[in-house]
């Protein structure tokens, strides 16, 4: 396989940013509590930290993201840059696939906050997509945490590594704990 024809679709909440760290301490700040008193080994839908519904999810999404800037604001996951910098100059196309669009009407603010942030951070890319269905974008290799989008990707039978955090421990192999392991993956993967 050339690996000029690869595309490897990356994940950014999670995989390339640093969202459950950034969003604990709007969390903090949001109940008004000392950030030590949220557990950092949250599950997907943050319910350790008093989140019980969706609407309760989307308050604070909508806050993080208007009112603190969350997209703008969350520190890069080590090796990101690195890792997808080196997969970029050896030939693979890096398309980011995202679903954050997914509360209406402060789209303009999440795009904006996302386009500086990868480039503020020096992520490469040629694409970039704010898509639900990962599985209709297409690409070669997919790089995901959330366990939902991972398990639903396997199962339409693309290659996709799990990007391992807190949310993910129960999601089986090809799981990868750092970016040097993503890519020693997409290597092998890719022969
Ligand atoms: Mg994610």
Redesign the pocket.
Known sequence: MSQNSIVIGV?????CADFYGRMRHIAAEWFEKPVDELSAEVSYGLSEWGITNQNQYDSLHRFAVTQRELFGSMEVIPGARKYLRQLSDEGYRIRIITHRLFIHYFHAAAVQQTVNWLDSHGIPYWDLCFMKEKTQVGADIYI???PGNVEQLRSRGFFTICFGNSTNRHIETPRAGSWREVYDMVKAFAG
């Open positions: 994940d950014l909440d999670g995989v995901e945490d959330s």
